[in-house]
């Protein structure tokens, strides 16, 4: 444990936040609270020691331990004091911090991407973490908004990161390294060379359990920046803020079990497509890819998988019953 109230730390970016055009959610009503349905109180049980939000608590030993940080854009339609209070409205007793990130730390840094929304400046938030949280946190998981936690957070929180190892991710050796990074970017000796001796895996950093002491002495952030110069200048890769991710740590991240990043269950980046759960056990379940699970509920064109996201959804004004059950799956395990 790392923070004075022996607090769990977690890192959010805003899901009224983190999406552009159809992913973003509208708000109508004039007093925010009355947006949300208030969710149940949830305690430690008596073994605990000291004292995605709704799918985090509920599935914790120890709830009471959470603390979150929540990364709101300057830009945003939601300024962070209403985010405060909408947050305040819905979990009463939970311990959290908003943090303001400022758009013109990436504006000359991000370039386009094969999907507009992979554009926003907000995704690359979770590079300046260490820049953004106070020194005294030593340690946070990353969870991208489109999540859902299905099992004890405490779990992950456990996982030790050996040696100097600053990231633990779930790890994909099977995927096609190569395609994430341009033929420009494989002919260049001066460029591939990072690799050299790795074994390098695709990893997806919307799930990350990150020592951010270890990061700020390695100046991971800089590092990162680089290549982002690089890309505005060669083009070395194609997708967002995961490539430069993969230029600095990859084949030297702390593999962790697959359950904990069932990924793509919004689709690819480019096609609004249905999935399935991938096969093995759940404890992490993500939407990342171009479709949003509360985005296609409300159109009336769900995939499956998205009444999967449905219980945990606390907005008041979705048009699609919460408690709707699907043949196939189990809420009750879930």
Avoid at 277 to 292: A, M
């Amino acid at each position: 444990m790392f923070l004075s109230r022996s607090v769990l730390g977690f890192i959010f970016l805003s899901s009224l936040l983190l999406f552009p055009a159809n992913s973003i959610r509208l708000f109508k009503a004039e007093d925010e609270s009355d947006l949300f349905m208030e969710a149940p109180v949830y305690q430690n049980g008596p073994h605990c020691p000291v004292l995605a939000i709704h799918s985090v608590v509920k599935h914790g030993s120890c709830p009471q331990n959470v603390f979150f940080h929540f990364i709101a854009s300057d830009s945003s339609l939601v300024v962070p004091t209403q985010l405060t209070r909408i947050v305040k409205s819905v979990f009463q007793s939970l311990s959290f911090k908003v943090y303001v990130f400022q758009k013109k730390l990436v504006s000359d840094l991000v370039s386009s991407s094969i999907r507009q929304a992979l554009d926003n400046p907000l995704n690359y938030a979770r590079i300046y973490l260490a820049d953004l949280l106070e020194t005294c946190i030593q340690k946070v998981i990353y969870l991208d908004s489109d999540t859902i936690v299905v099992d004890d957070i405490q779990k992950l929180w456990n996982i030790n990161l050996t040696g100097s190892r600053t990231i633990g991710a779930p790890e994909y050796c099977n995927a096609n390294f190569d395609k994430y990074f341009t033929s420009d970017f494989w002919s260049s000796p001066g460029f591939s060379k990072v690799f050299e001796g790795k074994r390098a895996c695709y990893f997806n950093t919307g799930v990350m359990v990150m020592d951010l002491g270890r990061w700020r002495q390695g100046d991971y952030t800089r590092e990162i920046e680089k290549w982002m110069r690089v890309q505005k200048d060669k083009r070395i890769y194609e997708l967002g803020s995961l490539p430069p991710f993969l230029l600095v740590f990859g084949g030297d991240i702390e593999a962790i079990d697959h359950r904990w990043n069932q990924h793509g269950l919004g689709g690819d980046n480019l096609v609004n497509s249905c999935r399935t759960l991938h096969p093995g056990p759940v404890s992490l379940l993500h939407w990342s890819g171009k479709g949003k699970p509360w985005v296609r509920l409300d159109a009336k064109r769900p995939c499956s998988i998205d009444f999967l996201w449905a219980p945990y959804d606390l907005y008041k004004f979705h048009r699609y019953s919460r408690h709707r059950q699907l043949e196939g799956f189990r809420f009750d395990s879930l």
